[in-house]
């Protein structure tokens, strides 16, 4: 009997005749989701930036108006984030 894992699908590995279940977060190597999919509000973009950041938080520093009308959040990673025109977030250039 070969007892080399056999990978069937994404989430089992079979050894013989026993199947091990595998947990997703082992095998996903990435959510999928990116900035401009989040909810439009600082909350969702806390808890976006904080999970990009392998949990250590991000927290709002500072936020402002600009000339344009828009709302700048100065965030503790070190970069600013405003929405566009359709209410997605946007990384601000430095």
Known sequence: MNN???VEDAG??????????MSQAFIRDEDGQVLSDIAPTIGALIQFLTRDNNGVRVYERRNYHDGKGRVIHE???GLSYAKDESGRWAVLPL
Do not use: N, Q
Request: glycine content about 6%; overall charge positive; aromatic content about 18%.
């Open 4 to 6: 080399l894992p056999i």
């Open 12 to 21: 089992t590995i079979k050894f013989g005749i026993k199947h091990y279940w």
């Open 75 to 77: 965030m503790s990673d």
